[in-house]
C-alpha cells in the first residue's frame, strides 16, 4: 500500500522560478524523504528530514515538515531544466522497518 | 564507489513465460529491497532481505513470484508465470542497514519488464 499522497500530480513552470511539491502521509514516522527519478532512471535520493525537525535546507532544496498535520513540502528554488524529473516522498513508517513511497509530482521546467 | 546493479536493463516476454532479475546491492550493505513500479506510480516494495534472512514480504504475490538472496549478496527475483499486469519497472535498492531512523536506499537503474 501506498501512503504517502502527492500534491500537484503534475507541474510545470518556467526555468528560474520556484517548484513546491507537498506530501501527505497517515501514521507515525521516524522520518520523511523525498527521492527524484529522472526518466528511465532508478531513484536518487535527496533529503531527509527527521520527525522531530521541522525544516532542512540542502543546496536550494528546502523541506519542511509539520507533524501535526502529517505532511511535508519540497521547494526546489531557482528550478533549472536539469530538475525535470519525478518527485516522491517517503516514509519511514515507526515500527515498520521500510519506506512507503507517494505516487510522485512530474516537474517539467521549461526553458 | 560501484553503485547498485541490475540485469538486464529491459524485458520482453509473452504472458505465462518465466523470467528472472538479478541485483547486486553496494558492497557491505546488509538490507536488500525490490520494487514493482508501474508507469504513473510510486515503488512498491515486494520484498525486503536483511543478510539473507526475509524481513518483509507481505506484499509479494507468492503465487508466482519469488526471490533469494544467496549469501546474503546477490539476490534475484522470478516470475513464473508472467500476467500481463506484470508490466512494470522492477527497482532493486540497498541500504546500510534498515531499522534505524536513518534508512536512505541507493536505487539501482531497473529492469524494464514488458508482458506481451
Known amino acids: 500500500s501506498q501512503q504517502g499522497e502527492e500534491d500537484p500530480q503534475a507541474l510545470s513552470i518556467q526555468e528560474g522560478e520556484n517548484a513546491t511539491m507537498n506530501c501527505s502521509y497517515k501514521?507515525?514516522?521516524?522520518?520523511l524523504q523525498w527521492y527524484r527519478q529522472n526518466s528511465g532512471r532508478g531513484l536518487v535520493h535527496l533529503i531527509l528530514?527527521?520527525?522531530?525537525?521541522r525544516e532542512k535546507h540542502s543546496g536550494r532544496l528546502r523541506v519542511t515538515l509539520d507533524t501535526s498535520k502529517k505532511s511535508s513540502s519540497l521547494l526546489i528554488t531557482a528550478s533549472r531544466a536539469a530538475d525535470t524529473a519525478s518527485y516522491f516522498c517517503a516514509t519511514d513508517e515507526k515500527g515498520a522497518q521500510k519506506l512507503v513511497f507517494g505516487q510522485g509530482t512530474r516537474l517539467t521546467i521549461n526553458p | 564507489e560501484a553503485g547498485v546493479a541490475q540485469s538486464p536493463r529491459y524485458k520482453i516476454i509473452e504472458k505465462r513465460q518465466s523470467v528472472a532479475f538479478w541485483c547486486n546491492p553496494i558492497?557491505?550493505?546488509?538490507?536488500l529491497y525490490w520494487y514493482q513500479q508501474i508507469l504513473g506510480q510510486g515503488p512498491k516494495l515486494l520484498i525486503q532481505f536483511q543478510n539473507n534472512g526475509v524481513v518483509d514480504d507481505s506484499q509479494l504475490p507468492k503465487d508466482r513470484f519469488s526471490a533469494e538472496r544467496l549469501k546474503g549478496v546477490d539476490s534475484t527475483l522470478k516470475i513464473q508465470p508472467a500476467k500481463l499486469e506484470d508490466s512494470a519497472v522492477y527497482l532493486c535498492?540497498?541500504?546500510?542497514?534498515?531499522?534505524?531512523?536513518?534508512?536512505?536506499?541507493?536505487f539501482g537503474p531497473g529492469t524494464r519488464l514488458t508482458v506481451l
Open positions: 501514521t507515525s514516522i521516524n522520518n
Open positions: 535498492a540497498s541500504s546500510l542497514v534498515a531499522g534505524s531512523s536513518y534508512n536512505e536506499q541507493f
Open positions: 558492497s557491505g550493505h546488509a538490507t
Open positions: 528530514i527527521r520527525s522531530n525537525e
